[in-house]
C-alpha cells in the first residue's frame, strides 16, 4: 500500500486553479485510488490531494483496496478498469459499493470500454488532466 502523505508540496502542473476552486466552497472527499499504472497513480495522487481532498490509499491490488475500505472507507473510488489479477474495476467496484456505499469514477485508456458501463458510475478517459478530474470528483460527490 502507498499512502501519498505531504504531497502536498509537489504541485502536478494544473492544480493552483484546482486549489483555488476547491477552497471556494466545494465537497472536500476521502478518496481512494486503485491503479494498474504506478505513474498514473502517482499523478492522481498529487492532483487529488492538490485539490483538497483526503488519499485513503493508492493501491494496484483490489485485494488491498477492499481491506482498507473496510477499516477506512472512503467517500470516492476512483477505479483503472483493468487491473491486474482476477479482479477488474467494475468488480472492485461493485464490491466497493456494497461494502461502503461510495461513489464509482473509472479510468481507462480504452474509452470504448468506458462508454459500454451502465449508468450509476462516472467515467474519465486517460489521459486526462487536473480538471477533468476536479470536476468529476465534485460532480460525484454532488450526484451529479
Known sequence: MHEYKG???YKAEGTRKAV?????GALMARVLIVEGDAF?????????????HEIVCVTDSAQE????AEKRPPEV????LILDGDNDGVDLGNRLQKACG????YTS?????????????????????PEDL?????????GI
Open 20 to 24: 483555488s476552486a476547491m477552497s471556494r
Open 109 to 129: 485508456t480504452y474509452e470504448m470500454l468506458l462508454n459500454s458501463l451502465e449508468g450509476g458510475s462516472a467515467t474519465l478517459p486517460k489521459p486526462y488532466g
Open 7 to 9: 504531497c502536498r508540496t
Open 102 to 105: 461510495c461513489k464509482l469514477v
Open 65 to 68: 483496496a477492499m481491506g482498507v
Open 77 to 80: 473510488a476512483v477505479l483503472d
Open 40 to 52: 498514473q497513480a502517482f499523478l492522481a495522487a498529487l492532483q487529488i490531494q492538490g485539490m483538497g
Open 134 to 142: 476536479q470536476r468529476v470528483i465534485e460532480d460525484v460527490m454532488q
